[in-house]
């Protein structure tokens, strides 16, 4: 069984800066893609990033503001989230890929492992 659990979200203004965590427990990271989603009210969940290895790949709207990075030794997955926008308020959910495979997820059904989430709320 795989555990994730999320942290770092918290209020902050626009044009910030904020650093989500997710921890891993029960499974190594570094076979499979992991993911991070978010989801605002209302709204479906939605990719923002995932990483296998060193690859990368990013939603359109978060490209050159979100980076996602990965600790393979301390089983940990980060989002450095820089010059925050209104839009991007939501809970952050953390993922890990049904399957090993040599491309990178981007859809939710292809996550098979999910993290209870933390919340980002992004003030104009």
């Known amino acids: 069984q795989v555990r994730l659990v999320e942290s770092g979200g918290g209020l902050v203004q626009a044009g910030g800066s904020l650093r989500l965590s997710c921890a891993a427990s029960?499974?190594?990271?570094?076979?499979?893609?992991m993911g991070w989603f978010r989801q605002a009210p209302g709204k479906e969940r939605e990719f923002v990033a995932a990483i296998r290895w060193s690859r990368t790949n990013y939603a359109d709207s978060v490209k050159g503001r979100f980076t996602i990075s990965r600790d393979n030794a301390r089983n940990t997955m980060y989002l450095q989230m820089n010059s925050l926008k209104p839009e991007d308020t939501a809970v952050y959910y953390c993922?890990?890929?049904?399957?090993?495979?040599?491309?990178?997820?981007?859809?939710?059904?292809?996550?098979?492992?999910w993290g209870q989430g933390t919340q980002v709320t992004v003030s104009s």
């Open positions: 993922a890990r890929a049904a399957q090993v495979m040599d491309n990178i997820p981007l859809t939710k059904s292809e996550y098979n492992y």
């Open positions: 029960g499974q190594t990271l570094s076979s499979y893609a």
